[in-house]
């Protein structure tokens, strides 16, 4: 399902990749060719949208930030119920 989200055309335009910490190997239990090898080592899961100061000038830069922020939902949704699920809330 993450790899869904992250993978959708639109998101991967807006946030084209993962940053923070990475593990130097694979978990434990997980082949090193493991095919979301690269998700499973990340310490964190934060995605970055950068945009240049001129973004802020226009005069709808408030719409496509707003639209920028529900291609993050699902992502977001997607991470708090696995927390809360590993937790017992769900």
């Known amino acids: 399902e993450l790899v869904g989200i ?4 639109n998101f991967k335009a807006t946030y084209p990749t993962m940053e923070g910490e990475v593990l130097k ?3 434990v239990g997980y082949p090193s060719d493991f095919k979301y090898g690269e998700i499973l080592r990340h310490k ?5 949208s950068n945009k240049p100061d001129s973004f802020f000038y226009s005069s709808d830069w408030i719409d496509k930030a707003i639209a920028d922020f ?3 939902y699902p992502f977001n949704r997607f991470l708090n ?3 809360d699920e590993f937790l017992g809330r769900v």
């Open 25 to 27: 190997r694979m978990p």
């Open 6 to 9: 992250m993978e959708e055309p």
């Open 70 to 72: 529900k291609l993050l």
């Open 81 to 83: 119920y696995t927390v």
């Open 44 to 48: 964190d899961f934060c995605v970055v």
